[in-house]
């Protein structure tokens, strides 16, 4: 596995592999990497030529209040899981070298997607997240970039991002990977103390109810669903809810009628960690035929 740190030499071996034809699988991530992370690591590798990662915790996506500094870094540990996977190339970089002196072009959503779900609590979080994965993008030259489904709302911008901006590539969207319990995988995790993580769970049960609920009992009415979903969370002692909504997931839109293609999002807090989950629902088109005369 090689490790690259220099944008110029990440970019000069991107060209060398584009001359040749080659298809690149790209996997950004922030580190403190889990199976989440390897999965789809094991995919870029499977499906392309080449494999490549990032590691870069993003400054510019960190409101004043969240934590930049407190978040978990590993790139020793993360490089040893990487090339165990099969990663070809690791790409990691320094904010100073990302955002050079002067830095003022960034990538901005409409707010009717970004400025809902985790947005609507973290002003300016997908301006950042978005302007460091366009950089990435034009560096790596992706031929597929892969990312998880249970950074949902993220991965819903940055796919309309490579469409609107014509990033020639596609981005790919896999499944949550989950613990036994069905908690969903993520970095902070580790920040759970032992009650935390044995009530995070409800999280993952509240969505997955709610799907049934929709998916296999009929309910047309998002009210009763989200109210069922969030009596299950709020039955944790130390859950606090921060939001638990059900939105069309190509426009991020709320959604009253439950038809067609949905998720069902949610952000809860235990003590000071912010778990986020969600779980993707289809529901056919309920509405009757007229009736013949």
Same mark, same amino acid.
């Given at each position: 596995?090689?490790?690259l740190k +220099?944008?110029?030499?990440?970019?000069?071996l991107a060209?060398?592999?584009?001359?040749?034809?080659?298809?690149?699988?790209f &996997?950004?991530?922030?580190?403190?990497?889990? #199976?989440g992370?390897?999965?789809?690591?094991?995919?870029?590798?499977r499906?392309?030529?080449?494999?490549?990662?990032?590691?870069? =915790?993003?400054?510019?996506?960190?409101?004043?209040?969240?934590?930049?500094?407190?978040?978990?870094?590993?790139?020793?540990?993360?490089?040893?899981?990487?090339?165990?996977?099969?990663?070809?190339v690791?790409?990691t970089?320094t904010p /100073?070298?990302?955002?050079?002196e002067?830095?003022?072009? @960034?990538?901005?959503? +409409?707010e009717?997607?970004?400025?809902?779900?985790?947005? /609507?609590? *973290?002003p300016?979080?997908f !301006?950042? =997240?978005?302007?460091? $994965?366009?950089?990435?993008?034009?560096i790596?030259?992706?031929? %597929?970039?892969?990312?998880?489904q249970?950074?949902?709302?993220q991965?819903?911008?940055?796919?309309r991002?490579?469409?609107?901006l014509?990033?020639?590539?596609?981005?790919?969207?896999c499944p949550?990977?989950?613990?036994?319990?069905?908690?969903?995988?993520?970095?902070?995790?580790? @920040?759970?103390? %032992?009650r935390?993580r /044995?009530?995070?769970? %409800?999280?993952?049960?509240?969505?997955? #109810?709610?799907?049934?609920?929709i998916? *296999?009992?009929?309910?047309?009415?998002?009210?009763? &669903?989200?109210k069922k979903? *969030?009596?299950?969370?709020?039955?944790?002692?130390?859950? !606090?809810i +921060?939001y =638990?909504?059900? $939105?069309?997931?190509?426009?991020l839109?709320?959604?009253?009628k439950?038809?067609?293609?949905?998720a069902?999002?949610?952000?809860?807090?235990?003590?000071?960690? !912010?778990?986020?989950?969600n779980?993707l629902?289809?529901?056919?088109?309920?509405r009757?035929?007229?009736?013949?005369?």
């Amino acid at each position: 596995m090689i490790q690259l740190k +220099d944008i110029k030499k990440m970019s000069a071996l991107a060209e060398k592999w584009a001359r040749q034809g080659k298809t690149v699988g790209f &996997v950004p991530t922030m580190g403190a990497l889990h #199976e989440g992370h390897l999965s789809l690591v094991r995919t870029a590798k499977r499906e392309n030529d080449i494999a490549v990662a990032s590691i870069f =915790v993003n400054p510019i996506q960190f409101g004043p209040k969240e934590d930049f500094s407190r978040y978990p870094r590993d790139i020793q540990g993360d490089s040893k899981k990487l090339k165990s996977a099969g990663l070809d190339v690791l790409f990691t970089t320094t904010p /100073a070298e990302m955002y050079t002196e002067g830095f003022a072009t @960034y990538v901005l959503a +409409d707010e009717g997607m970004a400025g809902v779900l985790c947005g /609507a609590r *973290r002003p300016g979080h997908f !301006r950042g =997240v978005l302007t460091v $994965v366009a950089k990435l993008f034009n560096i790596v030259r992706p031929t %597929v970039a892969y990312f998880g489904q249970k950074d949902f709302q993220q991965a819903a911008l940055i796919s309309r991002m490579a469409a609107d901006l014509n990033f020639p590539l596609k981005v790919a969207v896999c499944p949550t990977i989950r613990e036994k319990d069905g908690l969903a995988m993520s970095s902070r995790n580790m @920040y759970l103390d %032992v009650r935390e993580r /044995a009530q995070a769970v %409800v999280v993952s049960r509240a969505l997955f #109810e709610g799907k049934r609920i929709i998916e *296999r009992c009929g309910e047309c009415d998002s009210r009763k &669903v989200i109210k069922k979903m *969030r009596a299950i969370i709020t039955a944790a002692p130390l859950a !606090r809810i +921060d939001y =638990v909504e059900i $939105v069309d997931r190509a426009t991020l839109k709320k959604s009253e009628k439950l038809e067609g293609k949905l998720a069902a999002c949610a952000a809860v807090f235990f003590g000071k960690t !912010r778990l986020i989950d969600n779980v993707l629902i289809d529901v056919p088109n309920r509405r009757r035929a007229p009736k013949k005369k």
